[in-house]
């Protein structure tokens, strides 16, 4: 299994706080993702990086942001929690030096009440 | 943009018999194509992966899969299910473009019964 770990692995917090979900990988994997999953959407992607302070947005990037100073560390940040961000987040992570195949750290589940 | 369907949101069988699950990709160009298991409270593993070359797929725990590009489809099939298959499986599709991300169907959970 690729070496990816996400902290926490449960979080329930209230609205309108910060929240920081933490990915590390020990692959040394230039790419990086967040996707979030929620019932009857399958995975979607909030947030990438392709290397060290470089990021994007994928598709529901509204009320995250990232950042990445290390290559082994890649930060998901909800800067003021609402309801509708209660999801399991998922780290990936994928080395398109080789076949882009993507692998999933064990998820953090998050509830925003 | 690319997108991938799952029609079947549950499936049961039983134990020992056949399973495919369908999924259907929209992509404008040759495809990678993924399937992923999840199972309760876990993250997702690879089961199998579509590049090029040889139509059928073999991957881990008995899973196949066949890309048939006149039909965008890329089924996943195994020919005697376990217990232990029960979980939610996804397909996906992978861009060929700058950002490598993957684009999922919304997924099939499959029921065995005994």
């Known amino acids: 299994d690729a070496g990816i770990t996400q902290s926490p692995r449960h979080k329930v917090t209230e609205t309108g706080t910060p929240v920081t979900l933490r990915c590390h990988q020990t692959?040394?994997?230039?790419?990086m993702y967040w996707y979030r999953q929620d019932p009857g959407h399958g995975l979607r992607l909030i947030h990438y990086?392709?290397?060290?302070?470089?990021?994007d947005k994928g598709e529901v990037s509204d009320g995250y942001s990232v950042s990445r100073s290390k290559t082994e560390d890649f930060l998901l940040t909800l800067e003021s929690a609402t309801s509708s961000q209660t999801s399991v987040y998922f780290c990936?992570?994928?080395?398109?030096?080789?076949?882009?195949?993507?692998?999933f750290g064990p998820g953090t589940r998050l509830t925003v009440l | 943009a690319q997108s991938v369907t799952q029609p079947d949101i549950h499936i049961t069988v039983s134990e020992g018999a056949s399973l495919e699950l369908r999924c259907n990709y929209s992509?404008?160009?040759?495809?990678?194509l993924f399937w992923y298991v999840q199972s309760p409270g876990q993250g997702l593993q690879l089961l199998l992966k579509?590049?090029?070359?040889?139509?059928l797929v073999q991957g881990i725990k008995g899973f196949e899969a066949e890309f048939k590009r006149s039909q965008s489809s890329f089924n996943l099939r195994k020919p005697s299910v376990h217990w232990s298959d029960a979980a939610e499986y996804f397909c996906?599709?992978?861009?060929?473009?700058?950002?490598?991300?993957?684009?999922f169907g919304s997924g099939t959970r499959l029921q065995v019964q005994p």
């Open positions: 990936a992570i994928s080395d398109p030096a080789g076949t882009d195949t993507q692998y």
């Open positions: 692959e040394n994997h230039r790419y």
């Open positions: 990086s392709y290397g060290v302070k470089d990021t």
């Open positions: 992509y404008g160009a040759t495809p990678y």
């Open positions: 579509y590049f090029s070359g040889d139509t």
């Open positions: 996906a599709v992978g861009e060929d473009t700058g950002r490598r991300a993957l684009t």
